[in-house]
């Protein structure tokens, strides 16, 4: 390995290596933080679900006790 | 790496991508031999989640590889004068290795049932997993390297190369891990979300908009 380029100019090839570096990293990170928001949201999504059944079958619950005139 | 490491007499500055390509590498090699492990343990125990750890770990070495590329050319072109050699073993080997893993997601996105995806998935990862020592220990006898070595790198050098390149190894795997168990927690909440979905779909219409096919493992 004999350096084809002087020292100095190889400042800017190390500071691309380790910016990409960075930027795999830090890409993976935001794909993930996309993903997890949308988890969240599903989240949210099936717990409002959840709550219209519950109520839908606490009124079914209220119409079955209420006497028959 | 840049205030205690020392400068290298040959190379000068541009010596310091050693300190992430190399790490990188060796983490990349190391996560493709562990997904074949991982799927090694799924078809002997036909647990799904060893499948899913064989995929993650398959998944960040791809990432990794891609930055090992990347990297590497960038050192190739810094001391050679060249962004890529074909002449040279080590990085033509670990070319096709990146190739090969390139097409485990399609593999696994053609197949449909996924029961069939794991075991497929896991045979390919086994195969590709034993593939990958094989080349490199063939690369590392071969004779007349351009390529340098990591270990005649670090031990021919001072002790501050050494421990350098040693705490950059362990960060590098210590973040694989971690992005390992990240992407892990990510895919269980999903499975778990998507078992949910299929629950409450049985009295209302909530579970008729499911998510796309994916080529993650299905739990």
């Known amino acids: 390995m004999t350096g084809a380029l002087p020292i100095a100019a190889g400042d800017g090839y190390v500071a691309a290596a380790y910016l990409i570096f960075l930027f795999l990293v830090l890409s993976y990170l935001a794909i993930m933080a996309v993903k997890l928001g949308r ?8 717990a409002d679900a959840v709550d219209r059944r519950a109520d839908a079958a606490e009124a079914v619950s ?8 | 790496m840049f205030f205690y490491a020392p400068t290298d007499a040959d190379q000068g500055v541009i010596q310091k991508i ?32 060893w499948d ?3 995929y993650v770990a398959i998944h960040l070495s791809i990432v990794l590889a891609v930055g090992v590329l990347l990297t590497g050319s960038i050192w190739a072109r810094a ?13 033509v080997v670990f070319l096709i290795v990146f190739l090969l893993y390139a097409t485990y997601q399609p593999l696994r996105f053609s197949i449909e049932d996924p029961e069939k995806q794991s075991r497929y998935a896991s045979v390919f990862a086994i195969t590709a997993g034993a593939f990958v020592p094989l080349c490199f220990g063939a690369v590392r006898m071969a004779q007349n390297l351009t390529h340098p070595q990591a270990g005649t790198m670090t031990t021919s050098g001072p002790g501050s190369v050494t421990v350098t390149f040693l705490v950059s190894l362990t960060g590098m795997a210590l973040l694989f891990v971690t992005l390992c168990k990240y992407e892990m927690a990510s895919k269980n ?31």
Do not use: N
């Open chain 2, 18 to 49: 050693f300190y992430v390509h190399v790490p990188m590498a060796i983490v990349a090699l190391c996560g493709f031999v562990a997904g074949a492990v991982c799927a090694v343990m799924h078809l002997r125990t036909r647990d799904r989640r």
């Open chain 2, 79 to 91: 001391s050679w004068g060249h962004w890529w050699v074909w002449d040279e073993p080590m990085l």
């Open chain 2, 189 to 219: 909440a999903t499975m778990k979300l998507r078992s949910l979905r299929r629950r409450l779909a049985g009295d209302d219409d909530f579970g008729a908009a499911t998510g796309a096919r994916s080529a993650a493992p299905q739990l």
């Open chain 1, 62 to 69: 209220q119409r079955t006790k209420e006497p028959v005139a």
């Open chain 1, 39 to 46: 988890i969240e949201r599903e989240v949210v999504e099936i």
């Open chain 2, 52 to 54: 899913m750890r064989s």
